[in-house]
Protein backbone atom coordinates (compact mmCIF):
# COMPACT_ATOMS: atom_id res chain seq x y z
CA UNK A 1 0.00 0.00 0.00
CA UNK A 2 0.82 3.72 -0.66
CA UNK A 3 1.92 5.67 2.48
CA UNK A 4 2.12 9.23 2.68
CA UNK A 5 3.23 10.81 5.64
CA UNK A 6 3.06 14.50 7.25
CA UNK A 7 5.31 15.00 9.58
CA UNK A 8 3.41 16.60 12.02
CA UNK A 9 -0.42 16.27 13.22
CA UNK A 10 -0.98 19.53 14.49
CA UNK A 11 0.91 22.42 14.31
CA UNK A 12 0.55 26.08 16.41
CA UNK A 13 2.73 28.71 14.95
CA UNK A 14 2.83 32.52 15.28
CA UNK A 15 2.18 35.78 12.55
CA UNK A 16 5.33 36.46 10.82
CA UNK A 17 6.96 32.84 11.70
CA UNK A 18 8.60 30.90 8.50
CA UNK A 19 6.72 27.28 8.83
CA UNK A 20 7.79 24.18 7.02
CA UNK A 21 5.35 21.00 6.28
CA UNK A 22 6.84 18.11 5.21
CA UNK A 23 5.48 15.03 3.24
CA UNK A 24 7.02 12.23 2.65
CA UNK A 25 5.79 8.88 0.13
CA UNK A 26 7.08 5.68 -0.05
CA UNK A 27 5.90 4.56 -3.36
CA UNK A 28 8.35 6.47 -6.00
CA UNK A 29 5.70 8.40 -7.52
CA UNK A 30 6.45 10.88 -9.64
CA UNK A 31 3.69 13.23 -8.90
CA UNK A 32 3.23 15.06 -5.15
CA UNK A 33 1.02 17.68 -4.37
CA UNK A 34 0.16 20.05 -1.52
CA UNK A 35 -4.12 20.77 -1.07
CA UNK A 36 -4.88 23.21 1.68
CA UNK A 37 -9.01 22.24 2.88
CA UNK A 38 -11.24 24.72 3.93
CA UNK A 39 -15.01 24.01 5.34
CA UNK A 40 -17.14 24.41 2.48
CA UNK A 41 -14.72 25.42 0.23
CA UNK A 42 -13.17 21.72 -0.18
CA UNK A 43 -9.71 20.79 -1.52
CA UNK A 44 -8.15 23.71 -3.55
CA UNK A 45 -4.27 22.83 -4.52
CA UNK A 46 -1.69 25.17 -3.84
CA UNK A 47 1.44 23.79 -5.37
CA UNK A 48 2.15 19.99 -7.14
CA UNK A 49 5.64 18.74 -8.38
CA UNK A 50 6.14 16.50 -11.32
CA UNK A 51 9.84 15.47 -11.08
CA UNK A 52 12.18 16.56 -8.46
CA UNK A 53 12.98 20.25 -8.37
CA UNK A 54 10.33 20.89 -10.74
CA UNK A 55 7.21 22.29 -9.24
CA UNK A 56 4.18 24.19 -10.52
CA UNK A 57 2.25 26.65 -9.38
CA UNK A 58 -1.45 25.35 -8.22
CA UNK A 59 -4.42 27.31 -7.51
CA UNK A 60 -4.19 29.46 -4.87
CA UNK A 61 0.10 29.76 -4.60
CA UNK A 62 0.32 32.95 -2.71
CA UNK A 63 1.92 33.26 0.06
CA UNK A 64 3.48 29.41 -0.43
CA UNK A 65 6.75 27.92 -1.63
CA UNK A 66 7.46 24.34 -2.00
CA UNK A 67 10.79 22.54 -2.41
CA UNK A 68 12.06 19.17 -3.99
CA UNK A 69 14.78 17.96 -3.44
CA UNK A 70 14.44 14.30 -3.25
CA UNK A 71 11.71 12.37 -5.09
CA UNK A 72 9.79 11.03 -2.18
CA UNK A 73 9.76 14.40 0.05
CA UNK A 74 8.02 17.57 -1.01
CA UNK A 75 8.04 20.19 1.74
CA UNK A 76 5.61 23.02 1.86
CA UNK A 77 6.82 26.49 2.84
CA UNK A 78 4.86 29.48 4.49
CA UNK A 79 7.25 32.04 4.25
CA UNK A 80 5.79 34.60 6.80
CA UNK A 81 2.52 33.15 8.28
CA UNK A 82 -0.70 34.65 8.71
CA UNK A 83 -3.79 33.76 9.88
CA UNK A 84 -5.84 33.25 6.89
CA UNK A 85 -3.39 30.38 6.76
CA UNK A 86 -5.09 28.54 9.00
CA UNK A 87 -6.54 25.80 7.63
CA UNK A 88 -6.12 21.51 7.09
CA UNK A 89 -3.12 20.83 4.80
CA UNK A 90 -2.83 17.39 2.92
CA UNK A 91 -0.37 16.12 0.91
CA UNK A 92 -0.90 13.69 -1.55
CA UNK A 93 1.15 11.62 -4.22
CA UNK A 94 0.53 9.82 -7.65
CA UNK A 95 2.04 7.54 -9.95
CA UNK A 96 2.63 8.52 -13.51
CA UNK A 97 -0.07 7.23 -15.13
CA UNK A 98 -2.68 9.85 -15.90
CA UNK A 99 -5.32 7.72 -14.38
CA UNK A 100 -3.15 6.61 -11.23
CA UNK A 101 -5.43 7.75 -7.86
CA UNK A 102 -4.32 10.31 -5.10
CA UNK A 103 -2.93 9.19 -2.64
CA UNK A 104 -3.05 11.46 0.68
CA UNK A 105 -1.62 11.63 4.05
CA UNK A 106 -3.63 12.22 7.11
CA UNK A 107 -3.18 16.39 7.09
CA UNK A 108 -1.69 18.62 8.82
CA UNK A 109 -4.13 21.02 10.79
CA UNK A 110 -2.48 24.61 11.36
CA UNK A 111 -3.20 27.43 13.33
CA UNK A 112 -2.11 30.83 13.01
CA UNK A 113 -1.90 32.71 16.05
CA UNK B 1 -10.77 24.85 -17.08
CA UNK B 2 -12.64 21.96 -15.20
CA UNK B 3 -14.96 22.22 -12.37
CA UNK B 4 -17.06 20.02 -10.17
CA UNK B 5 -20.18 20.44 -8.35
CA UNK B 6 -21.44 18.77 -5.19
CA UNK B 7 -24.79 20.76 -4.67
CA UNK B 8 -25.64 19.20 -1.18
CA UNK B 9 -23.42 20.65 1.52
CA UNK B 10 -24.77 17.83 4.08
CA UNK B 11 -27.07 15.09 3.78
CA UNK B 12 -28.74 12.69 6.88
CA UNK B 13 -30.19 9.29 6.47
CA UNK B 14 -31.15 6.57 8.78
CA UNK B 15 -29.26 3.48 8.56
CA UNK B 16 -29.96 1.07 6.36
CA UNK B 17 -31.54 3.38 3.78
CA UNK B 18 -30.38 4.03 0.41
CA UNK B 19 -27.70 6.62 -0.22
CA UNK B 20 -27.11 9.32 -3.53
CA UNK B 21 -24.69 11.87 -3.57
CA UNK B 22 -25.14 13.55 -6.32
CA UNK B 23 -21.72 15.26 -8.47
CA UNK B 24 -21.58 17.40 -11.74
CA UNK B 25 -18.70 18.06 -13.63
CA UNK B 26 -17.74 20.77 -16.31
CA UNK B 27 -15.28 19.62 -18.91
CA UNK B 28 -15.16 19.34 -22.72
CA UNK B 29 -13.72 16.14 -23.77
CA UNK B 30 -14.17 12.96 -21.63
CA UNK B 31 -13.06 13.02 -18.04
CA UNK B 32 -11.44 11.25 -15.30
CA UNK B 33 -13.88 11.09 -12.69
CA UNK B 34 -13.11 9.77 -8.28
CA UNK B 35 -15.05 9.56 -5.39
CA UNK B 36 -13.08 10.11 -2.28
CA UNK B 37 -14.32 9.66 1.37
CA UNK B 38 -12.78 11.79 4.36
CA UNK B 39 -13.74 10.23 8.07
CA UNK B 40 -12.73 12.50 10.40
CA UNK B 41 -9.42 13.27 11.53
CA UNK B 42 -7.82 11.60 8.37
CA UNK B 43 -7.22 11.59 4.88
CA UNK B 44 -9.04 11.27 1.79
CA UNK B 45 -9.35 7.68 0.83
CA UNK B 46 -10.14 6.64 -2.94
CA UNK B 47 -13.67 5.15 -3.18
CA UNK B 48 -13.93 4.25 -6.90
CA UNK B 49 -12.72 6.10 -10.08
CA UNK B 50 -13.82 5.94 -14.01
CA UNK B 51 -11.82 6.34 -16.78
CA UNK B 52 -13.88 4.54 -19.83
CA UNK B 53 -15.62 1.51 -20.83
CA UNK B 54 -19.15 0.70 -18.65
CA UNK B 55 -20.84 3.45 -17.44
CA UNK B 56 -21.30 1.70 -13.63
CA UNK B 57 -18.21 1.26 -11.66
CA UNK B 58 -18.45 -0.09 -8.41
CA UNK B 59 -16.29 0.59 -5.77
CA UNK B 60 -14.97 0.18 -1.96
CA UNK B 61 -17.50 -0.52 0.78
CA UNK B 62 -20.09 -1.53 -1.32
CA UNK B 63 -21.01 1.55 -2.96
CA UNK B 64 -21.29 2.82 -6.66
CA UNK B 65 -21.34 5.12 -9.53
CA UNK B 66 -22.89 6.20 -12.62
CA UNK B 67 -21.54 8.20 -15.49
CA UNK B 68 -24.11 10.18 -17.13
CA UNK B 69 -22.45 12.15 -20.03
CA UNK B 70 -25.98 13.95 -21.34
CA UNK B 71 -26.06 15.03 -18.05
CA UNK B 72 -22.89 15.42 -16.52
CA UNK B 73 -23.23 13.69 -13.66
CA UNK B 74 -20.90 11.36 -11.42
CA UNK B 75 -23.55 10.19 -9.07
CA UNK B 76 -22.66 7.85 -5.84
CA UNK B 77 -24.68 5.28 -4.53
CA UNK B 78 -25.10 3.14 -1.73
CA UNK B 79 -28.27 0.38 -1.62
CA UNK B 80 -27.98 0.77 2.49
CA UNK B 81 -25.83 2.82 4.93
CA UNK B 82 -24.29 1.65 7.82
CA UNK B 83 -23.10 3.83 10.64
CA UNK B 84 -19.94 3.46 9.60
CA UNK B 85 -20.54 6.00 6.33
CA UNK B 86 -20.86 8.43 8.60
CA UNK B 87 -17.97 10.95 6.75
CA UNK B 88 -17.45 13.69 4.01
CA UNK B 89 -17.61 12.42 0.26
CA UNK B 90 -15.41 14.51 -2.17
CA UNK B 91 -16.23 14.26 -6.41
CA UNK B 92 -13.18 15.23 -8.30
CA UNK B 93 -12.64 15.56 -12.24
CA UNK B 94 -9.30 14.88 -13.75
CA UNK B 95 -7.80 15.91 -17.38
CA UNK B 96 -5.44 14.29 -19.88
CA UNK B 97 -3.87 17.27 -20.51
CA UNK B 98 -1.08 19.30 -18.73
CA UNK B 99 -0.05 18.03 -16.21
CA UNK B 100 -3.26 16.58 -15.51
CA UNK B 101 -4.44 18.48 -12.54
CA UNK B 102 -7.03 16.90 -10.07
CA UNK B 103 -9.91 19.50 -9.21
CA UNK B 104 -12.30 18.87 -6.16
CA UNK B 105 -15.86 19.25 -5.43
CA UNK B 106 -16.38 21.34 -2.26
CA UNK B 107 -17.83 18.08 -0.46
CA UNK B 108 -20.95 16.85 1.23
CA UNK B 109 -20.75 15.73 4.86
CA UNK B 110 -23.50 12.25 5.88
CA UNK B 111 -24.65 12.29 9.10
CA UNK B 112 -25.99 8.54 9.06
CA UNK B 113 -28.65 8.18 11.85
CA UNK B 114 -29.77 5.05 13.77
Known amino acids: DVKVTQSSRYLVKRTGEKVFLECVQDMDHENMFWYRQDPGLGLRLIYF???????EKGDIPEGYSVSREKKERFSLILESASTNQTSMYLC????????????FGNGTRLTVT | AQSVTQPDIHITVSEGASLELRCNYS??????LFWYVQSPGQGLQLLLKYFSGDTLVQGIKGFEAEFKRSQSSFNLRKPSVHWSDAAEYFCAVGVEVGYQKVTFGTGTKLQVIP
Open chain 1, 49 to 55: SYDVKMK
Open chain 1, 92 to 103: ASRGEAYNSPLH
Open chain 2, 27 to 32: YGATPY
